[in-house]
Each structure stands twice: as C-alpha cells, then as structure tokens.
T-cell receptor, first 113, second 114 residues
Framework: GENVEQHPSTLSVQEGDSAVIKCTYSDSASNYFPWYKQELGKGPQLIIDIRSNVGEKKDQRIAVTLNKTAKHFSLHITETQPEDSAVYFCAAGGGGSQGNLIFGKGTKLSVKP | DTAVSQTPKYLVTQMGNDKSIKCEQNLGHDTMYWYKQDSKKFLKIMFSYNNKELIINETVPNRFSPKSPDKAHLNLHINSLELGDSAVYFC?????????????FGSGTRLTVV
C-alpha cells in the first residue's frame, strides 16, 4: 500500500523567512496530494492541494510543487508570519490501492517574531 | 453552520466503561471517516463509510464499532475502554472516496481514559 514520508518533523524559522516541507510517496498510481494545517486544539484544515496533472500550484503565500518522476511533493510558505505556526500534514491518495488518504507524520512549524 | 461537528469535545472516563462519540456533516458529502490522532500527532484511519456502507475497517479492536444511520452521520461506540484508547478522535467527510478528494475534519474529541 501507499506510504508517505514527511520531513522535517520540526521546523523553526524567523518571521519573514521561507519554510519548506517535503514529502515522498511510494505508490506511483497516487494522483491527489493535499496539505493540511492543524492549529492547537483544532482539526486539520485543507490549505492547498495538487493533482498529478499539474506540477505547481500557488495560493498567495503558499505553493505546492509535485515531481511525479521522483514521487515527491513539497509545501512552500513565503514571508512566514507567527500565525503560520502549526502542525502541517501532507497526504497522498487516489492511487486505487487504498480507499483513503494516507497522511505523513506531520511537521511542527514554529515562526518566531 | 458548522460543516463537520463532533460531540462531545472532551470525554474523560474510567477504564472498562462504554462511550460514544457522535459526528454529523452538513456538506452533502457521501463519505465519512474516523481517524485517531495519538500523542505524537500521527493521524491513523480507523473506519470509512460511503453512503452508510462500511468501506474501510483498519486493524482496530472490535471494541470499536461505527454506526452510520444515514450518510450525514457517523457515530463511534467504544466498549470496555482501555488506557491505550486515550487519544484525539477526528471525524471527517469528503465528496467521494478513494482518496481522490480533500477531507473536511471536525474539531476532534479528546478522549482520556483514567
């Protein structure tokens, strides 16, 4: 079945710097890759997603890139702000071998003012 | 107008008790899920229902029994609670299954077994 690896597990940046979180997946048939942000005491919230027919997608300060050949995808946050501090999860799905999204283990991002 | 609502938000109970967590979504989604998040924040699928039909039942003790009376509701009943059941349980829904659509998560139920 699908396996998703996420790195780093913790990331600390200064306000205004960029943050990058990387994920790799094992099932080459996976074709849907969402990213979630989980703030303290809340459920994960979808912030951006990408499908395998697209290499990059942007939404204001966040962007996701996908390399299907290498089977990895990344989340990029520019001009980080303290409110970006949260746990971020990547996920992969749609490969057919499983009926649900498979999540990475999460990255705790801390943005220091 | 909460999209996915879970009750209760907090649940503290003694070992051996039976408890239920309720979930409702008003998004018109066909698929609903239960996930368990442990202390290390790892999200693990427990069950998935599509239009009231069980689709996924991961390796979960049979003390956990999901029930979906209709496609907008997915409840989780837990018998004979154990210390290791302490975790945050999230309900989620999606437009369809197969991992092809994003999930909308509820705010979670923090279960503490003492």
């Amino acid at each position: 079945g699908e396996n998703v690896e996420q790195h780093p597990s913790t990331l600390s940046v200064q306000e205004g710097d960029s943050a990058v979180i990387k994920c790799t997946y094992s099932d080459s048939a996976s074709n849907y890759f969402p990213w979630y942000k989980q703030e303290l005491g809340k459920g994960p919230q979808l912030i951006i997603d990408i499908r395998s027919n697209v290499g990059e997608k942007k939404d204001q300060r966040i962007a996701v890139t996908l390399n299907k050949t290498a089977k990895h995808f990344s989340l990029h946050i520019t001009e980080t702000q303290p409110e970006d501090s949260a746990v971020y999860f990547c996920a992969a799905g749609g490969g057919g071998s499983q009926g649900n999204l498979i999540f990475g283990k999460g990255t705790k991002l801390s943005v220091k003012p | 107008d909460t999209a996915v609502s879970q009750t209760p938000k907090y649940l503290v109970t003694q070992m051996g008790n039976d408890k239920s967590i309720k979930c409702e979504q008003n998004l018109g989604h066909d698929t609903m899920y239960w996930y368990k998040q442990d202390s290390k924040k790892f999200l693990k699928i427990m069950f998935s229902y599509n239009n009231k039909e069980l689709i996924i039942n991961e390796t979960v003790p049979n003390r956990f029994s999901p029930k979906s009376p209709d496609k907008a509701h997915l409840n989780l009943h837990i018998n004979s609670l154990e210390l290791g059941d302490s975790a945050v349980y999230f309900c989620a829904s999606s437009q369809g299954g197969g991992g092809n659509y994003g999930y909308t998560f509820g705010s979670g139920t923090r279960l503490t077994v003492v």
